[in-house]
């Protein structure tokens, strides 16, 4: 599964985006507050809108006002809009699926969701057939999605009224098998990983828990170690050696259980005999050990966003660490990163940059590809960092396509 199309209108800073033809692996660079956080708050927003509601969702990206707070300024009387296309298996047949969502206030009650629709079509031609029609918490879904490809079946549809209009018609069809582009966008949503990697929650000693994934703060690193260790033993092998090039002097790291059950992960230095437990081990140690166990993950993610990776890292690192991420979205997960190092964009196809920039406090996206002149200095051999460091990402400076 993949996206390949995000619009977003009046989401803060992102007040009318359209990107298209997303490559599974995105890298985005632009100036302080020209809206890279921003954009990877809308995958966070969705997943909030999902896990809890639309009201809650609104309230963590714009506090007490909500909605108010989320739009963009001078909009504030529209509607916040989202629609993201992806593909998708459906029954045995690669769709491009449309979900679209606007939300907004209306007089009588309040904050809602106005309209929410997953569309599809049903063969090449022709117009897209509407699964899922919500307007105001009613609506109906399809509940023969799996005849779809009958074309003289009648499709079946369900008429449907949500607890509240604050909720998401995915969420309550997305646990129905029987609504298949629903029930696999919601996992999809569900699975989306939005790294908030703390050091300090990564540090410490830990209960032992069953992890097959990394958690998005990295508090169950010594967790996701172990699992690693015991199934996955290549994976945590080649992870280590990786340390040992990266990290001067690390030689090994184990994860050990102590006498009252909790996991305490440990380096050892080859010049001390004791290893260093990890409280006492190094910003960078621990952040290079957490990106190789996330992005080692068997099961890769179906979307992974990362912000500015090269935090605490030696500028020599980015390179590798910039082509782990595209053989992470390689394997099957997409993966959206923003950063501000020039070494990490030089080791980025330029396929997979877009630059940001922001004109009257709105957000305008840019992909780097469209750009002839960038085209040709890269293909004579330019890297990307530095026709970036040099200024080349500019709208004003580049004609677009
Ligand atoms: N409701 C809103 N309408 C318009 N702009 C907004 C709204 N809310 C916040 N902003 C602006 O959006 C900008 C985007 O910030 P964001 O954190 O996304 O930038 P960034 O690219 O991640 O920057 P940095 O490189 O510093 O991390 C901020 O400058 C903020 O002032
Ligand atoms: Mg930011």
Redesign the pocket.
């Given at each position: 599964m993949k996206i390949e199309t995000i619009r977003i209108k009046?989401?803060?800073?992102?007040?009318d985006i359209e990107m298209t033809n997303l490559p599974a692996y995105c890298v985005?660079v632009?100036?302080?507050?020209?809206?890279?956080?921003?954009?990877?708050?809308v995958f966070s927003f969705l997943k909030n809108c999902l896990a809890k509601n639309v009201r809650t969702a609104l309230n963590i990206e714009?506090g007490r006002n909500g909605l108010k707070?989320?739009?963009?300024?001078?909009?504030?009387k529209e509607d916040l809009e989202i629609e993201i296309q992806f593909r998708l298996n459906i029954a045995g047949i690669n769709r491009l699926v449309t979900y679209h969502l606007e939300i907004g206030d209306t007089p009588d009650q309040g904050t809602i969701v106005k309209r929410e629709i997953l569309r599809y079509k049903r063969g090449r031609h022709g117009s897209p057939f509407h699964f899922i029609d919500f307007t105001a918490g009613e609506g109906y879904a399809i509940n023969n999605e799996d005849e779809f490809r009958k074309w003289d079946l009648d499709l079946m549809r369900e008429s449907q009224k949500l607890d509240s209009p604050e909720t998401l018609a995915i969420k309550g069809l997305g646990q129905f098998e029987r609504f298949k582009a629903a029930s696999a966008f919601r996992q999809l949503i569900e699975n989306w990983h939005i790294s908030d990697f703390h050091i300090s929650s990564a540090r410490g000693d830990k209960e032992e828990e069953a992890a097959e994934h990394l958690s998005p703060s990295g508090d169950n690193l010594p967790s996701m170690a172990r699992h690693l260790y015991e199934k996955h033993r290549p994976v945590f092998e080649s992870i280590k050696q990786r340390m040992q090039e990266r990290v001067p002097g690390v030689t090994d790291i184990t994860v050990t259980v102590t006498e009252d059950g909790r996991l305490l992960m440990r380096y050892r230095d080859g010049a001390f005999v004791d290893p260093f437990i990890d409280k006492n081990v190094s910003d960078g140690t621990i952040k290079m050990f957490a990106y190789l166990v996330l992005l080692a993950d068997p099961k890769p993610h179906p979307i992974l966003c990362v912000?500015?990776p090269e935090n605490q890292l030696y500028p020599e690192l980015m390179k590798v660490l910039a082509e782990e991420f595209q053989q992470y979205a390689e394997r099957g997960g997409q993966v959206f990163v923003?950063s501000?190092s020039p070494d990490f964009l030089n080791a980025v196809p330029l396929e997979s940059i877009y630059w940001?920039e922001?004109k009257q406090?709105?957000?305008s996206i840019h992909r780097a590809a469209d750009v002839p002149l960038l085209r040709r200095l890269t293909q004579e051999g330019d890297l990307p960092g530095y026709l970036w460091n040099q200024g080349f990402f500019n709208s004003k400076r580049l004609p677009l396509e």
């Open positions: 009046n989401f803060k800073a992102l007040r985005f632009g100036r302080n507050g020209t809206g890279k956080t921003t954009l990877f708050r714009g707070e989320v739009l963009s300024r001078g909009h504030d912000e500015e923003s501000h940001l922001k406090g709105e957000t």
